[in-house]
Protein backbone atom coordinates (compact mmCIF):
# COMPACT_ATOMS: atom_id res chain seq x y z
CA UNK A 1 0.00 0.00 0.00
CA UNK A 2 1.02 3.33 -0.81
CA UNK A 3 1.20 6.52 1.68
CA UNK A 4 3.02 9.77 1.67
CA UNK A 5 3.23 11.30 4.85
CA UNK A 6 4.73 14.82 5.45
CA UNK A 7 5.99 16.42 7.99
CA UNK A 8 8.42 19.59 8.89
CA UNK A 9 5.98 22.61 8.46
CA UNK A 10 5.14 25.24 10.91
CA UNK A 11 5.10 28.63 11.95
CA UNK A 12 7.81 31.21 10.90
CA UNK A 13 8.77 34.34 10.51
CA UNK A 14 9.09 35.92 6.98
CA UNK A 15 12.81 35.23 5.51
CA UNK A 16 13.48 32.32 7.67
CA UNK A 17 14.03 28.38 6.05
CA UNK A 18 11.77 25.91 6.47
CA UNK A 19 12.61 21.68 5.35
CA UNK A 20 9.61 19.80 4.75
CA UNK A 21 10.09 15.84 4.35
CA UNK A 22 7.98 13.45 2.66
CA UNK A 23 8.24 9.93 3.81
CA UNK A 24 7.21 7.43 1.20
CA UNK A 25 5.54 4.09 1.96
CA UNK A 26 5.82 1.45 -1.09
CA UNK A 27 8.25 0.82 -4.53
CA UNK A 28 6.97 3.72 -6.38
CA UNK A 29 10.15 5.71 -7.66
CA UNK A 30 10.18 3.80 -10.57
CA UNK A 31 6.90 4.63 -11.82
CA UNK A 32 6.08 7.95 -10.08
CA UNK A 33 7.60 11.60 -10.66
CA UNK A 34 7.37 13.25 -6.97
CA UNK A 35 6.65 16.63 -6.22
CA UNK A 36 5.56 19.03 -3.73
CA UNK A 37 2.20 21.26 -4.09
CA UNK A 38 1.06 24.58 -1.84
CA UNK A 39 -2.49 25.02 -1.68
CA UNK A 40 -2.44 28.72 -0.27
CA UNK A 41 -5.57 30.33 1.45
CA UNK A 42 -8.77 30.54 -0.94
CA UNK A 43 -6.38 29.38 -3.48
CA UNK A 44 -6.15 26.47 -6.15
CA UNK A 45 -3.29 23.52 -5.26
CA UNK A 46 -0.55 24.68 -7.44
CA UNK A 47 2.89 22.74 -7.73
CA UNK A 48 5.77 24.24 -6.34
CA UNK A 49 8.62 21.95 -7.31
CA UNK A 50 8.78 18.69 -8.66
CA UNK A 51 10.39 15.89 -10.99
CA UNK A 52 10.21 14.75 -14.23
CA UNK A 53 10.46 11.40 -15.51
CA UNK A 54 14.10 12.43 -16.75
CA UNK A 55 14.96 14.04 -13.16
CA UNK A 56 14.92 17.30 -14.17
CA UNK A 57 12.94 19.90 -12.38
CA UNK A 58 10.01 21.50 -12.56
CA UNK A 59 8.16 24.27 -10.78
CA UNK A 60 7.54 27.67 -10.37
CA UNK A 61 10.16 28.53 -6.85
CA UNK A 62 13.43 27.72 -7.89
CA UNK A 63 15.68 29.77 -7.02
CA UNK A 64 14.34 30.19 -3.06
CA UNK A 65 13.26 26.57 -2.71
CA UNK A 66 14.87 23.36 -3.53
CA UNK A 67 13.70 19.95 -4.08
CA UNK A 68 15.29 16.46 -3.19
CA UNK A 69 14.82 12.96 -3.07
CA UNK A 70 16.98 9.94 -1.01
CA UNK A 71 15.15 6.92 -3.25
CA UNK A 72 17.32 4.81 -0.59
CA UNK A 73 15.54 5.72 1.85
CA UNK A 74 12.12 6.52 0.08
CA UNK A 75 12.08 10.35 1.27
CA UNK A 76 11.58 13.48 -0.74
CA UNK A 77 12.68 16.82 0.60
CA UNK A 78 11.70 20.63 -0.02
CA UNK A 79 14.18 23.24 1.66
CA UNK A 80 12.43 26.70 1.71
CA UNK A 81 14.57 29.61 2.37
CA UNK A 82 13.88 33.13 2.33
CA UNK A 83 10.40 32.31 3.04
CA UNK A 84 7.78 34.80 1.98
CA UNK A 85 4.13 35.76 3.55
CA UNK A 86 2.61 34.45 0.19
CA UNK A 87 4.26 31.05 1.12
CA UNK A 88 1.95 30.16 3.65
CA UNK A 89 -0.10 27.44 3.28
CA UNK A 90 -0.60 23.93 3.13
CA UNK A 91 2.32 21.89 1.57
CA UNK A 92 1.01 18.17 -0.27
CA UNK A 93 3.64 15.65 -1.34
CA UNK A 94 2.36 13.94 -4.23
CA UNK A 95 3.78 11.14 -6.46
CA UNK A 96 2.40 11.38 -10.26
CA UNK A 97 2.38 7.60 -11.91
CA UNK A 98 1.99 5.90 -14.67
CA UNK A 99 1.85 1.90 -15.22
CA UNK A 100 3.06 0.18 -17.94
CA UNK A 101 0.03 0.77 -20.00
CA UNK A 102 -0.41 4.33 -19.85
CA UNK A 103 -2.71 4.51 -17.39
CA UNK A 104 -2.10 7.59 -14.49
CA UNK A 105 -2.95 7.67 -11.54
CA UNK A 106 -1.42 9.92 -8.57
CA UNK A 107 -1.04 9.64 -4.85
CA UNK A 108 -1.34 12.53 -2.52
CA UNK A 109 -0.05 13.09 1.32
CA UNK A 110 -2.14 14.57 4.17
CA UNK A 111 -0.18 17.77 4.01
CA UNK A 112 1.66 20.03 6.55
CA UNK A 113 0.57 23.41 7.00
CA UNK A 114 2.96 26.63 6.50
CA UNK A 115 2.63 29.87 8.19
CA UNK A 116 4.64 32.67 7.50
CA UNK A 117 4.31 35.93 9.69
CA UNK A 118 5.68 39.35 8.80
Known amino acids: QVKLVESGGGSVQAGGSLKLTCVVT????????MGWYLQAPGKERVMVLG?????TVKGTKRGRFTISQDRARRMVYLQMNSLEIEDTGVYYC??????????????WGQGTQVTVSS
Open 51 to 55: YNSDG
Open 94 to 107: AADCSNPTGEKYDY
Open 26 to 33: GDIFNSCD
